[in-house]
Structures are given as structure tokens and as C-alpha cells.
Nanobody
Framework: QVQLVESGGGLVQAGGSLRLSCAAS????????MAWFRQAPGKEREFQAG????????YYADSVKGRFTISRDNAKNTVFLQMNSLKPEDTAVYYC??????????????????WGQGTQVTVSS
């Protein structure tokens, strides 16, 4: 398995930006498709963005398309989520997730092998 640690969350005003990082250790990082999910209070964990093992393909939920950008640095075992034009409805705990040897990042949370502990993002209006 791979161990994941997120960082970069915090409090930001609407319209602001944050950059989340997820550092991986353990198995070969490039063996994993990676994704970011988020979970708001009382709601299910939802897919936001995913990236293929090489970084050549990215996928986004409609709600964040054009505002969020996922990227990865396989040499540094890290995946990032750049979040721009943040809205109060983006408030949630954000989790990174890893899917071993998957050809593409899947949208269902139960498909993922490893999870980070989460980082809180709060967007004030």
C-alpha cells in the first residue's frame, strides 16, 4: 500500500485560491492513478478530480471544471490540487486517494485502495 498525507487546507474568502498537496510514501507512486475527493458534513464523499499514472490524463467533476487543476510530480511522489475562484459550497474535507495499477482515475470512492487523513477547506462568503 501507499501512505498519503494531505496538506494545504485552510480558511479562504470566496474568490480566493488554495493549493492542496498530497505526499505519498511506500509503493511506487507512479503505479497509482490519483484522485481528490471531498466530503461536506452530512454528505457522501464525492469525486472532484483525477489524474492518470503518467499525468497525461485528467478528469474533473462538472462542479469544479475550469476552477480546479490536478497535477502530479512522480519524481517527488506528490499530487496537487490547485483550487481557484473558490466558492462557499467548496467547503469540505478534501481527501486524496490512490488506485493501484488503475488505467484511469475512477469516480467511485470504494474503488480506491488508499486514503489520506483529509484536510479541511473552508470558504467564507
Amino acid at each position: 500500500q501507499v501512505q498519503l498525507v494531505e496538506s494545504g487546507g485552510g480558511l479562504v474568502q470566496a474568490g480566493g485560491s488554495l493549493r492542496l498537496s498530497c505526499a505519498a510514501s511506500g509503493r511506487t507512486f507512479s503505479s497509482y492513478a490519483m484522485a481528490w475527493f471531498r466530503q461536506a458534513p452530512g454528505k457522501e464523499r464525492e469525486f472532484q478530480a483525477g489524474i492518470t499514472r503518467s499525468g497525461g490524463g485528467t478528469y474533473y467533476a462538472d462542479s469544479v471544471k475550469g476552477r480546479f487543476t490536478i497535477s502530479r510530480d512522480n519524481a517527488k511522489n506528490t499530487v496537487f490540487l490547485q483550487m481557484n475562484s473558490l466558492k462557499p459550497e467548496d467547503t469540505a474535507v478534501y481527501y486524496c486517494a490512490a488506485d493501484y495499477l488503475s488505467s484511469w482515475p475512477r469516480a467511485r470512492a470504494n474503488e480506491y485502495d488508499s486514503w489520506g487523513q483529509g484536510t479541511q477547506v473552508t470558504v467564507s462568503s
